[in-house]
């Protein structure tokens, strides 16, 4: 790799955000990338200017003030990466009938596209793909739970929330489904690090509809 190039681990130390978040703005397009494989790699003088960008526009909350501020619905979606402290990002492949039982366990709040359907949005979700917020309990236990494969590429996004912010990020079950469901701020955060413009259409509606 040329010594111009960085690995997403070493972009996300640059930026001070997650790998994760590095391969989602690589993706979407908001960074360039080159891949090898399995593997992104991004321009040394890209992270450099966005460091600059990210320098001007506030650091970010802390996970306790993120919750606060989505639980008020008061976020601000063309600067997601202030709220990047939500939840640490992991992603995971498993299989549909332990993401499944996953969803509706306690200590689980089901994000991204399904939570987005099922507030009204009209998104069509795609199988074995999920964003889940959990505990840092419950993932601790998450081997155990489920046959989770650790896997930067694969389709289920798990945040976990430390154990003394949990309280802020509780949800009712919504009628009917058994399952709890992340406030509609978090949902639209979430699906603005897709690269989908439909899924940022429905988060701009989801903080529209905030009551």
Not at 73 to 81: E, I, K
Not at 85 to 99: I, K, W
Not at 112 to 123: D, I, N, Q, Y
């Amino acid at each position: 790799m040329g010594s111009d190039l960085l690995s997403l681990a070493d972009a996300s130390a640059l930026l001070g955000v997650s790998s994760e978040r590095v391969r989602q703005l690589v993706v979407a397009g908001d960074l360039p990338g080159v891949r090898f494989g399995n593997a992104w790699a991004v321009p040394r003088d890209s992270i450099d200017a966005r460091r600059q960008v990210s320098n001007r526009r506030g650091r970010p909350l802390s996970a306790r003030r993120v919750w606060e501020q989505i639980a008020l619905g008061d976020v601000d979606l063309s600067n997601v990466s202030r709220y990047r402290n939500r939840g640490e990002v992991r992603r995971h492949e498993m299989s549909a009938t332990d993401l499944d039982y996953l969803c509706g366990r306690g200590g689980v709040l089901v994000s991204g596209v399904a939570a987005a359907v099922e507030f009204g949005e009209l998104l069509q979700p795609v199988a074995g793909e999920a964003d889940l917020y959990v505990s840092a309990e419950i993932y601790e236990q998450l081997g155990a739970l489920v046959a989770a494969v650790p896997d930067q590429l694969g389709g289920v996004a798990i945040r976990s929330i430390p154990v003394d912010v949990w309280a802020s990020a509780i949800a009712q079950p919504r009628s009917g489904t058994g399952r709890a469901y992340a406030p509609r701020a978090a949902v639209a955060l979430d699906l603005m690090e897709s690269g989908d413009p439909r899924h940022w259409v429905a988060a701009e509606n989801l903080i529209a509809a905030h009551v």
